[in-house]
């Protein structure tokens, strides 16, 4: 399954092979390439369900530039020279793989690491599915991608972090660099699951290249990627000189332990079955781990009290990766009431809205008791998106989200480098006229 693209008049269309098309200006396509990465994404972190667009990886972004952004730089692809000393293999047995860009002048000594997002593999066969892709193998990566957002290079675009020592950490694995080579079955499958093991390889060698004299450091990561800043967040901190700043942000990582809208434990039960057979439980919270069964240790609301490193929470509430797969996955909703909705948020009905509107009571809930944390952090906007940082469109620009009037680049800003408290959440849908909210419906 693969879409294909047409360029006409300054859009994109999308022809999927569902049928449907989609349509968008120029100047939204990075934007909208986190739903157009779609089918492939879908399949990979949700082997059940195979109707509606899914979350983001960047390869969709990544292969298709157009956009009036900030000339940043292609970056080219490093492979991990320790990987088979390490074993630290991607699911396919390839080398894992990382793109970097040197720091230089006051940024010399500062890094921001950004881990990529792109679902996670359930199964054997949508994991075998999965290591056919670049999300599975280094095979099939780009050699050059375009860092943007909080990696660009660009000070009118990132302006706290333009000139530090860039990472963008390719996932390969499958389950947010948690998994463990103890789960792997003995039989033809051949798969590997190393995430752990990757993890500890590529901080090995970015160690070795200068992040060991950081003075200030961020981890950063988004969707399964951000769950992954949430899971490594302490172990970045220990290996870095007690001498430095560092902290943590997740975008779009904050996946609730929500039932569907017919009741069933949809994302609670898919949670299960990859820590089940990726050995996930290895690397999650050792104190939630003793007292809850291991995949729920896997949702961020029960391992953020565990955290001791300052953190910061980039989630939109209407979450479309969230709404499409945990609240409204394709098999709750089988007389497709809910297609228009969630193609577009436009489309949904005022009881359609009011079921949204609970959703985001239960993610204002689920992390409220962090809210009063000295070193905590957010960013919750009210749209319809789900990865903002990684792209300068909505990381930092005149038309970017916003709230209290800060875009998520200066609220990072203010919280890292302690100008000021910086917790905004918005009001709710439709409320805040600066949204970027992803239309799947053309236009």
């Known amino acids: 399954m693969v879409n294909t693209y047409y360029h006409y008049q300054q859009r ?6 569902g049928g449907w098309v989609a349509a968008v200006h120029k100047r939204e396509w990075v934007i909208a390439a986190f739903g157009f990465a779609a089918i492939l994404l879908l399949l990979l972190s949700f082997s059940f369900i195979f109707s509606s667009p899914s979350p983001s990886s960047s390869s969709a972004a990544d292969h298709h530039h157009h956009f009036s952004g900030p000339p940043d730089h292609f970056v080219p692809i490093v492979f991990l020279t320790n990987a088979a000393l390490r074993g630290a293999y991607c699911l396919d047995g390839s080398f894992p793989a990382y793109h970097f860009q040197k720091g230089y002048g006051s940024g010399a000594r500062r890094w921001v690491l950004h881990i ?3 679902g996670w593999c359930n199964t054997i066969a949508s994991c075998s599915f999965r290591k056919m892709t ?4 280094s095979k099939y990566m780009d050699r050059h991608v375009q860092f943007s957002g909080i990696l660009s290079s660009d000070q009118s675009h990132n302006p706290d972090f333009y000139n530090w020592n860039k990472v963008k950490i390719r996932y390969c694995d499958g389950a947010s660099f948690a998994g463990h080579p103890e789960s792997e079955l003995k039989n033809d499958t051949k798969l590997f699951f190393r995430g752990q093991l990757i993890w500890e390889a590529m901080m090995d060698e970015l160690l070795s290249i200068g992040l060991s004299n950081a003075q ?3 981890l950063s990561g988004c969707s399964a990627g951000g769950l992954a800043t949430l899971i490594h967040c302490d172990d970045f901190r220990e290996i870095l000189s007690k001498d430095a700043k560092v902290k943590c942000l997740s975008d779009a990582g904050f996946f609730l332990n929500e039932k569907d809208i017919a009741g069933n434990a949809t994302i609670q039960s898919f949670y299960h079955d990859v820590v089940r057979l990726q050995g996930v439980a290895g690397s999650l919270k050792k104190d939630c781990v003793a007292n809850k069964e291991p995949s729920k240790c896997f949702f961020p609301q029960n391992m953020m009290n565990s955290i001791n490193t300052p953190l910061f929470l980039v989630n939109p509430t209407y979450d479309f990766w969230q709404i ?4 409204v996955p394709s098999p709750a909703d089988p007389r497709g009431h809910w297609r228009k909705c969630k193609l577009s948020i436009h489309n949904c009905s005022p009881e359609q809205i009011q079921v949204l509107q609970g959703f985001r009571n239960s993610f204002l809930k689920a992390f409220s008791e962090y809210q009063q944390m000295k070193n905590f952090g957010m960013f919750i906007n009210s749209c319809y998106i789900h990865c903002q940082t990684w792209v300068s469109e909505t990381w930092h620009g005149p038309n970017s989200p916003r709230i209290n009037n800060k875009t998520i ?5 203010d919280w890292f480098f302690d100008r000021k408290a910086s917790k905004h959440i918005d009001c709710p849908y439709p409320c805040n006229p600066t949204c970027y909210n992803m239309d799947f419906t053309g236009r």
């Open 12 to 17: 994109w269309w999308l022809i999927h092979p």
């Open 116 to 118: 990529e997002g792109g």
């Open 134 to 137: 670049a999300l599975g193998s």
């Open 216 to 218: 200030e450091a961020l």
């Open 324 to 327: 499409k797969n945990i609240l």
């Open 409 to 413: 680049a200066e609220s990072v800003g």
